[in-house]
């Protein structure tokens, strides 16, 4: 069965950083490009970033760029996402998303950032 | 990196059908094949519903139709029940490498 978990969301003040990890099984991590998408409180969901199966190439939305750095260890079957600057509007519910040509076909249950003094 | 336009709400009565439509522009729908749905239940994350324009995976309701034309892409729910009342979302990929989701549609079922 293939399971997506995440992990270290939480508060933070702004200007602060945190990292998001997300946990894998039940397929081999290293054959799918994975993606982390956001849903800020009673909003719609966002593209954020995404890396390929070696992790040699990421892309990422205008509104993070400079700022999130996604990255990944197929060994330890593990998707980061390293948030930096964090601005107000940057709190969401965070998901590790899973990518089967081009479409979502796996989505973590997501961790909440909350980014406030 | 604009959003893909979407009804903020759509109802229909069980037994009915609804369509959701989702516009985007030639650089993302009408460019690609890679438009996908995906229905949310509140506080739950989303689920893939239509992949490729009109792809269904396994375990998704045969009831769950799309199609695209030109730039704008449509989610069809036939025999509409009291369960598929849900936040749904279109999403296309852009160009290198980047995505976009629509803004959502509330579905009500009256």
């Known amino acids: 069965e293939v399971q997506l978990v995440e992990s270290g969301g939480g508060l933070v003040q702004p200007g602060g950083s945190l990292r998001l990890s997300c946990a894998t099984s039940?397929?081999?991590?290293?054959?799918?490009?994975m993606h982390w998408v956001r849903q800020g409180p009673g909003k719609g969901l966002v593209w954020v970033s995404r890396?390929?199966?070696?992790?040699?190439?990421?892309t990422y939305a205008d509104s993070v760029k400079g700022r999130f750095t996604i990255s990944r260890d197929n060994a330890k079957n593990t998707l980061h996402l390293q948030i930096n600057s964090l601005r107000a509007e940057d709190t969401a519910v965070y998901y590790c998303?899973?990518?089967?040509?081009?479409?979502?076909?796996?989505w973590g249950p997501g961790t909440l950032v909350t980014v406030s003094s | 990196q604009s959003a893909l336009t979407q009804p903020a709400s759509v109802s229909g009565s069980p037994g009915q059908s609804i369509t959701i439509s989702c516009t985007g522009t030639?650089?993302?729908?009408?460019?690609?094949?890679?438009v996908s749905w995906y229905q949310q239940h509140p506080g739950k994350a989303p689920k893939l519903m239509i992949y490729?324009?009109?792809n269904r995976p396994s375990g998704v309701s045969n009831r769950f139709s799309g199609s695209k034309s030109g730039n704008t892409a449509s989610l069809t729910i036939s025999g509409l029940q009291a369960e598929d009342e849900a936040d749904y979302y279109c999403?296309?990929?852009?160009?290198?490498?980047?995505?976009?989701f629509g803004g959502g549609t509330k579905v009500t079922v009256l």
């Open positions: 998303v899973r990518d089967t040509s081009s479409h979502f076909d796996y």
């Open positions: 039940g397929f081999i991590l290293s054959r799918y490009w």
């Open positions: 890396i390929n199966r070696d992790g040699s190439s990421t």
């Open positions: 030639s650089s993302d729908i009408g460019g690609y094949k890679y």
């Open positions: 490729e324009v009109s």
């Open positions: 999403s296309s990929y852009v160009s290198s490498s980047t995505w976009v």
